[in-house]
């Protein structure tokens, strides 16, 4: 028996599937929510998080696969997790010289982020390079404001981690490799050499690159589980494959392979992703072109208010997830015009750095009317802000903790006017991560490894025509009320 185990470190909890390849099953899956997920400053801008409650996280949910898996068939272990965030590191992983670490949510960089453009020629020149222009949440932006706020904390730095290679640096038990997937969220790798680039680490900070792991692609075995957890659980010498963020994970966890192929995942944050034959990036400076780890690229448009705003809605008339659902059904697609802007978060897509809500015709709306209100005015900004890509949808895979909602993937059929198909693993994260540590074991063909795994639940939910219209009209109004609002 071989088994497969695939953490995701995502921003509420740590996940984890253990798959058996030759069954084609998923033997065990767990999740752990983190006590405090994240440290937000007043005005929310500056979002930190801590790495000692990841790496407690981990060892608790490693005790927790040794004892309820046939240990000794664990050959491989790799993880997916939160994209951006930066550890900051003595010379043994577990040693920091920094506490705590800015993570995605963070938006307190602009400066940071108009520095590193201009020195690259501008944010064009710099999507171009990097595959995006500066994002505050990018982890060159954030290391360069900790090396200006913090210059000693930064010179005793020996390694700068993303959360990713941090985690399998804790599972090696010394300083573990970059995949080239994750490293393309630092606006520090040459998206077309797949090297760091001179130019954006002269950009960031000084002596950056003798701080950075070395870069390799996704499915590299960067290493076998230190003989400490071996001891300590009485697991075997399984490999360890590098780790990467949670979208590209995600994109093997969805099974997406082909250009054509679209995945929404919904949950906090938003995002929607799909692989790219051709490197291309946005005019107007939207979303990301990231390595993909199946080799090619992938094209990604990231929100913030993902589910957290819709909790918001949802707390705001005291309503279950249940009711919220309810209110979908209750009303009808176009909500007679009553939609919102739903920037409750300063929003990463389109860029608005403080929080503000914009409502239109919600002023004596019943509860149901706002909860339309949300969903559609997120599912519209997916639409309009994923059109950079160039990938006309032929299916949409929808994922996350939101995905198991019919109503919410109605909606996405009818704005995107395109078949949705839903899995039976919200948490595709990981089981990406343990489909990529058993095709790097294996070497086998990606359509092969998926199969079995990747597989739709139920019916694709179609797009009803008369409901296209109605968003092919909104549509427009929502982008044209963006505009304004982003003016004002
Ligand atoms: C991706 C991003 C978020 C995090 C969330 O660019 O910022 O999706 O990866 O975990």
Not at 115 to 143: D, K, N
Not at 346 to 367: C, D, W, Y
Not at 427 to 432: E, F, I, K, P, R
Request: glycine share 8%; proline share 6%; aromatic share 6%.
């Amino acid at each position: 028996m071989s088994f497969y185990a695939g953490f995701d470190c995502s921003t509420q909890a740590l996940s984890v599937v253990v798959l058996d390849a030759a069954r084609r099953a998923i033997v065990f899956r767990d999740s752990l929510a983190f006590d405090e997920p994240f440290l937000a400053s007043g005005d929310g801008t500056v979002v930190h998080a801590s790495p000692h409650t990841w790496r407690r996280a981990l060892e608790t949910m490693l005790g927790r696969v040794a004892a309820q898996v046939d240990r000794r068939s664990l050959r491989a272990i790799s993880g997916a997790a939160q994209q951006h965030g930066s550890v900051y590191c003595d010379e043994a992983p577990e040693t920091l010289t920094r506490d705590t670490s800015p993570i995605w949510m963070d938006s307190s960089t602009a400066r940071e982020c108009r520095e590193i453009e201009a020195a690259l020629g501008g944010p064009a020149p710099a999507a171009r390079l990097t595959g995006s222009r500066g994002f505050p949440r990018f982890t060159a932006p954030q290391i360069r404001k900790f090396a200006r706020e913090q210059p000693e904390a930064y010179a005793r730095t020996s390694r700068i981690h993303l959360v990713s290679s941090f985690m399998a640096s804790l599972l090696v038990g010394a300083h573990a490799p970059i995949d080239h997937a994750d490293a393309s969220g630092m606006m520090l790798m040459d998206i077309g050499s797949r090297a760091w680039s001179r130019a954006a680490l002269d950009a960031t900070a000084p002596q950056l690159e003798s701080k950075l792991p070395a870069l390799v692609p996704s499915s590299t075995v960067v290493g076998t589980l230190a003989p400490k957890w071996q001891e300590r659980f009485g697991l075997p010498p399984a490999e360890i494959v590098a780790w990467s963020g949670d979208n590209p994970s995600s994109l093997v966890g969805t099974g997406l392979i082909h250009e054509g192929q679209l995945a929404m995942s919904l949950g906090t944050s938003d995002t929607i992703f799909g692989p790219m034959r051709e490197p291309r990036v946005s005019a107007e400076g939207i979303g990301h072109l990231f390595a993909s780890p199946l080799g090619e690229y992938m094209g990604i448009t990231v929100f913030r208010n993902g589910s957290l705003a819709r909790q918001r809605v949802r707390d705001a008339f005291g309503m279950s997830w249940e009711a919220f659902s309810q209110s979908l059904q209750q009303t009808p697609p176009g909500n007679g015009g009553a939609t919102m802007l739903p920037w409750f978060e300063p929003e990463i897509t389109p860029e608005v750095p403080t929080a503000r809500v914009h409502r239109f015709g919600l002023e004596r709306a019943a509860p149901a009317q706002h909860v339309r209100a949300i969903v559609e005015a997120q599912i519209m900004a997916l639409a309009r802000h994923s059109t950079w890509m160039g990938v006309t949808p032929d299916v949409i895979h929808a994922t996350g903790g939101a995905a198991a909602n019919r109503e919410i993937l109605q909606i996405i059929a009818d704005v995107f006017a395109t078949p949705v198909n839903r899995f039976e693993a919200t948490d595709s994260a990981a089981l990406g991560a343990a489909l990529r540590a058993l095709q790097a074991d294996t070497g086998r063909e990606w359509d092969d490894v998926l199969e079995g795994f990747v597989t739709p639940v139920a019916e694709a939910i179609r797009p009803v025509a008369t409901s296209i219209e109605v968003y092919r009209g909104l549509r427009a109004l929502q982008a044209a009320r963006e505009r304004t609002a982003l003016r004002t």
